[in-house]
């Protein structure tokens, strides 16, 4: 009898939330003023671009087996962690629980939006890792 391979087997859940906490960089850059001082969409821009190019290239050199599911998988990571950290943050900031947390459509958004950046990042690194000839690591 076949042996049914679970669908998040081969995700390194270590690197997945490293990659995860990385992207907590855009967030931090509009709380403490930066994206506002280098100008708005072009540091929210410049950031995003940045950490897509981290992202890919973790995945690449690590050689991890499944790069897309590990690469969505990192998006859904910073959604669910840009919620938490909005709700934890806000009262002590805003005076009052404000974010995503507060409307179950915002969650949801929150989470597919970066579950499609997540997608984007790992169709990337199909083509770069195809391009390079890099599989995955053997055991």
């Excluded at 072009?42 to 995003?48: C, K, R």
């Excluded at 890919?56 to 690469?71: G, S, Y």
């Excluded at 974010?99 to 690194?125: D, R």
């Amino acid at each position: 009898m076949d042996r049914q391979q679970n669908t998040l087997s081969g995700i390194p859940w270590s690197l997945v939330l490293a990659l995860g906490a990385l992207a907590l960089l855009r967030p931090l850059m509009s709380a403490t003023g930066v994206s506002e001082a280098i100008g708005s969409p072009w540091a929210q821009l410049g950031a995003t671009v940045l950490i897509t190019a981290a992202w890919v290239a973790a995945v690449v050199v690590a050689r991890v087996p499944r790069p897309f599911l590990t690469l969505v998988c990192t998006g859904v990571a910073y959604g669910v962690l840009t919620i938490v950290v909005s709700a934890a943050l806000s009262p002590f900031l805003l005076g009052e629980l404000q974010g995503p947390i507060t409307n179950p459509f915002a969650v949801v958004s929150v989470l597919l939006t970066n579950a499609l950046w997540g997608a984007v990042s790992g169709g990337l690194a199909l083509a770069v890792r195809a391009a390079l000839g890099r599989g995955p690591k053997r055991g």
